[in-house]
């Protein structure tokens, strides 16, 4: 079994950069694809990015507009997000969740392992 804990949350003002970490246990978090997913409050939880479980292939919700970037070390079991020119609208919680297949989805229901999430909030 593999767990998820995130880390590297925390209140930051507009503009600022934050880097959110993923760290897995268990010995093949390498053949898991990982997302990142945010829910504000009052919303639906929605993807963010995704990366493929070799590292190779990144995907992005339109709303990143380039500002994130994730990316992923095998072999320190750790996926991290970066986000930069955070705004308000980028308040949320942020959880890092995992599925066993080689590119990940867009669809929540698909993971079947998720962190307990870091809360991000932006101030203006």
């Known amino acids: 079994q593999v767990l998820l804990v995130e880390s590297g949350g925390g209140l930051v003002q507009a503009g600022d950069s934050l880097r959110l970490s993923c760290v897995a246990s268990g010995r093949t978090f390498s053949s898991y694809a990982v997302a990142w997913f945010r829910q504000a409050p009052g919303k639906e939880r929605e993807f963010v990015a995704g990366i493929s479980r070799s590292g190779g292939s990144m995907y992005y919700s339109d709303f990143t507009k380039g500002r994130f970037a994730i990316s992923r070390d095998n072999a320190k079991n750790t996926v991290w997000l970066q986000m930069s020119s955070l705004g308000p609208e980028d308040t949320a919680n942020y959880s890092c969740?995992?599925?066993?297949?080689?590119?990940?989805?867009?669809?929540?229901?698909?993971?079947?392992?998720w962190g307990q999430g870091t809360q991000v909030t932006v101030s203006s």
């Open positions: 969740a995992a599925v066993g297949t080689a590119y990940p989805t867009r669809n929540e229901g698909s993971y079947d392992l």
